[in-house]
């Protein structure tokens, strides 16, 4: 069965440079989330979107921003990196009737 | 509010024995879902279990048990037979339908290391 595809797998940049990561939503699913997980964590909500619409913000950086297109990917930008922002970062889908939760592999983003 | 709690940061069981990973919730939601989701050190997150809050039976998955107390708010995670891959982090979490994107909040996590 088709999952959650997340690229890329690992990225490594410099501060104050740009990275965009990417989510592919299990096929028919129409909610995707975003995810943080620092060193040691567990993972926090960043944003998440319902058919292309953000549906809700969490503890996300000004910084930061994501939309989903209209195949239903979606991609998480994020600008004037900082160290802090070394994570690894999760993509997720579900339906949103739906019972479960599914998870991509991550992108671990290393900020030098 | 939502709220999960793990209060156990890490924990020993030996191979083939049986361990319960400690999980109390809070919510004002009438309908909500419990998760469990293992996490190696690859950092993969793995679903293994889900119990929604008007099931009536414990959910079992293979070796995976749900021992879900309603009353008390507690979903604890029951694995029998250890085996040396379990060792992982592992993480409940709770999606309740109150929240208008029914999304995932997780616990702290518990670090299992099973010996051999």
């Known amino acids: 069965a088709a999952g959650v595809i997340q690229s890329p797998r690992h990225l490594i940049k410099e501060k104050r440079e740009t990275a965009t990561l990417k989510c592919y939503p299990i096929p028919r699913h129409d909610t995707v989330y975003w995810y943080q997980q620092g060193p040691g964590q567990d993972p926090q909500f960043l944003i998440s979107f319902y058919e292309k619409m953000q549906s809700d913000k969490g503890s996300i950086p000004d910084r930061f921003s994501a939309q989903q297109f209209s195949d239903y990917h979606s991609e998480l930008n994020m600008s004037s990196l900082e160290l802090g922002d070394s994570a690894l970062y999760f993509c997720?889908?579900?339906?949103?009737?739906?019972?479960?939760?599914?998870f991509g592999s991550g992108t671990q983003l290393s900020v030098l | 509010a939502q709220k999960i709690t793990q209060t156990q940061p890490g924990m020993f069981v030996q191979e083939k024995e049986a361990v319960t990973l400690d999980c109390t919730y809070d919510t004002s939601d009438p309908s909500y879902g419990l998760f469990w989701y293992k996490q190696p050190s690859s950092g993969e997150m793995i679903f293994l279990i889900y119990?929604?809050?008007?099931?009536?039976q414990n959910a079992t998955e293979g070796r995976y048990s749900l021992n879900f107390q309603k009353a008390r708010k507690s979903a604890n995670l029951v694995i029998s037979a250890s085996q040396l891959g379990d060792s992982a982090m592992y993480f409940c979490?709770?999606?309740?339908?109150?929240?208008?994107?029914?999304?995932?909040?997780f616990g702290s996590g518990t670090r299992l290391l099973v010996r051999p």
């Open positions: 979490a709770m999606r309740g339908r109150m929240d208008s994107s029914y999304k995932l909040i």
């Open positions: 119990q929604g809050s008007y099931d009536q």
């Open positions: 997720a889908s579900s339906l949103l009737s739906g019972e479960k939760l599914f």
